[in-house]
C-alpha cells in the first residue's frame, strides 16, 4: 500500500483521530476489471522465500486469511480481498533463476512477469508455451495458480502440461519443494498437478519450473473473413488437416467484436473494412521451416477460398501485419473495458454450440435494453468461448438479471463448463455444483482441509459457501 495510506492506517491504529470518511483500499485491494473490491487494510511484499514463509507463518498463528496476489490481472475475484483479509503478493519476489538451452527447461521466482521470462527464453533459443495479451503485467506464479490457457493451448496444452516444477509455501509457512524438473517422476500422487490452478487456496506459489521447447522461426498468419459458423469450422477443419503440428493459434472474433475493437482503440484496424462476413479467424503457423510454413498456410487459404470457407482473406509472414493481426484479437478485451459495462463470460463448450449461445445471449439482452451488444471471441482451437455483453453506462440489473443463471445453465444443459481458463475465484464459487457433482466438490474440500486445516489461505475462493462452511467447521478462517 502507499506510504500515505500507510500513515493514515498507522494513526487510526494508534487511536489518533481519524476522517470520518474511510480511505480508498490501496490499489491491490482491487482487481482489474474494477468489479471486485476488498477492504484489506494491509499488503506484504516480500522479496525472499523467507520472507514469505515468515509472514504466512506469523498470520496463521493468529489465524489471520490471506490472500495471495501475483500480477492482480484476474478477472473472476481470485486474488482480491472479501473482507479484511491480508493480502501477500509477489511482485517483488522476481527474477529468472534458471535457462537450460539443452534440457528445455526455464525457472523464475513467482512474481515474474510472464514477458519477462519469454525474453529470457527468448534469449536462449527457446519458447514459453504460454502466450497471454496480459503479458506485460501477470506473474507467471499467477499464471500456474490459475492453469492459465491463452491463444497456444492448441498447441501446447494448458500449463499442466508444462510445468515440471514447483515451490511453494504451505499456509504455515512450511515449505513444499517440488522443484525437481524430472520429465519422468512417477513415485506416488502428483502433488504440484493440484496446486496448479487451486487459484492459491492449497499453498503459495513461490518459484514454477517450466518446460520451454525450441523456439520457432517466424510464423505465418492468415486472417479469414467466414460467411457462416458452419464455414469458420470448416477452416478450422482445414487449418488441423493441412497444417498439423504447425498450428500454434486458431482464434476468431465476430463483427460486433471487430466493430468495438475499432471504435475504441486507436492502435487497431480492421483488415477487411468493407466485408460484412460475421466471423473471421485468426490462425498461425509456427515451426522450424519458416517458408514451408508460409507455404502451408497460403494453400489452406486458397482451399478456404476454392471451397467457400472463406470470401476474403490475407496471409502473411513476419512483418507489421502480424503484430497488427494479434493487436485486434487481443485489442477485444480492452475495448470492452473502455466500451461502458460489461458482462463477461468465460466458457467451454462444443464449437458448434458457440453460434447458438451468442444468438440467444443477444435476444436476452436486446429485450432488457436496446442498446445492449453481444459479442463472442476467443479460442477456436480448444472451444473456449469468450462471450460478452456490452452497453454504455453502468452495469443495469436489468440486463444482469435477463443474462444470470441463464448463461450459465444454459452451458451446463451442453455439458459444458462454466469456466474454461478464467477460474473460479469468488465470482464463479456459487456456480461450481454446475460443472462438478457433489462428490468431487467434497473431495476438493477435504483436499483444502488437508492442505490448510485452519482454512486461513484465500478463504471465500474456489469452492462453495457451504462446503467451505463445512470444510472451516475446525478451523476459524474468516475476516482476520
Not at 522465500?49 to 501475483?70: I, K, M, N, T, Y
Request: charged content about 20%; some cysteine.
Amino acid at each position: 500500500m502507499s506510504e500515505g495510506w500507510a500513515k493514515r492506517w498507522r494513526e487510526f491504529r494508534a487511536g489518533v483521530r481519524a476522517p470520518l470518511r474511510p480511505p480508498s483500499p490501496p490499489p491491490r485491494a482491487s482487481d482489474w476489471t474494477g468489479k471486485f473490491t476488498g477492504r484489506s487494510p494491509v499488503a506484504l511484499r516480500p522479496r525472499t522465500e523467507a520472507q514469505a514463509a515468515a509472514a504466512l507463518a506469523r498470520c496463521a498463528a493468529r489465524r489471520l486469511a490471506v490472500v495471495p496476489q501475483g500480477g492482480n490481472t484476474g478477472l473472476v475475484g481470485g486474488g482480491v480481498p472479501l473482507h479484511d483479509e491480508v493480502v501477500l503478493s509477489t511482485a517483488r519476489m522476481v527474477g529468472v533463476t534458471r535457462v537450460d538451452a539443452a534440457a528445455g527447461v526455464v525457472s523464475a521466482r513467482a512474481g515474474t512477469t510472464l514477458a519477462a521470462l519469454e525474453a529470457a527464453a527468448a534469449a536462449a533459443g527457446l519458447t514459453i508455451p504460454l502466450d497471454l495479451g496480459a503479458r506485460g503485467t501477470c506473474a507467471i506464479g499467477g499464471n500456474v495458480a490459475t492453469n492459465a490457457g491463452g491463444a497456444r493451448v492448441v498447441r501446447y496444452g494448458t500449463l499442466r502440461s508444462t510445468v515440471l516444477g514447483l515451490d511453494a509455501l504451505l499456509a504455515d509457512g512450511t515449505r513444499l519443494d517440488l522443484t525437481r524438473p524430472l520429465r519422468k517422476d512417477n513415485t506416488g500422487y502428483d502433488l504440484k498437478q493440484l496446486l496448479i490452478g487451486s487459484e492459491g487456496t492449497l499453498a503459495l506459489i513461490t518459484g514454477v519450473t517450466l518446460a520451454a521447447p525450441r523456439a520457432t522461426v517466424a510464423p505465418a498468419l492468415a486472417y479469414l473473413a467466414c460467411p457462416t459458423w458452419a464455414a469458420v469450422q470448416d477452416v478450422m477443419g482445414l487449418a488441423r488437416a493441412r497444417l498439423g503440428e504447425a498450428l500454434a493459434a486458431a482464434e476468431f472474433v465476430d463483427a460486433a467484436s471487430v466493430a468495438l475493437a475499432t471504435a475504441h482503440l486507436s492502435h487497431v484496424s480492421n483488415p477487411f473494412p468493407s466485408s460484412a462476413a460475421p466471423y473471421f479467424v485468426l490462425l498461425e503457423a509456427a515451426g522450424v521451416d519458416g517458408d514451408h510454413d508460409t507455404a502451408k498456410m497460403e494453400r489452406l487459404v486458397g482451399e478456404a477460398f476454392a471451397t467457400g470457407a472463406a470470401v476474403d482473406g490475407v496471409a502473411s509472414a513476419a512483418g507489421a501485419r502480424p503484430a497488427a493481426l494479434w493487436a485486434l484479437r487481443e485489442g477485444v478485451p480492452v475495448a470492452l473495458r473502455h466500451a461502458g459495462a460489461c458482462y463477461k463470460y468465460d466458457v467451454s463448450l462444443a464449437v458448434a454450440e458457440f453460434e447458438g449461445l451468442v444468438n440467444e445471449c443477444q435476444k436476452r439482452a436486446t429485450a432488457a435494453r436496446g442498446d445492449a451488444v453481444a459479442v463472442g471471441y476467443g479460442h477456436l482451437g480448444d472451444g473456449n468461448l469468450h462471450l460478452n455483453v456490452s452497453h454504455p453506462g453502468p452495469m443495469d440489473a436489468r440486463v444482469l438479471a435477463a443474462l444470470e443463471p441463464w448463461v450459465y445453465e444454459a452451458v451446463a444443459a451442453a455439458r459444458g463448463s462454466v469456466s474454461a481458463e478464467h477460474g473460479i475465484g469468488l465470482a464463479k464459487a456459487s456456480l461450481l455444483p454446475l460443472s462438478k457433482p457433489q462428490p468431487a466438490i467434497d473431495l476438493m474440500a477435504a483436499i483444502k482441509a488437508a492442505f490448510d486445516p485452519e482454512w486461513v489461505l484465500n478463504p471465500y475462493k474456489v469452492l462453495p459457501a457451504d462446503a467451505a462452511r463445512a470444510g472451516a467447521a475446525g478451523g476459524r478462517a474468516g475476516a482476520g
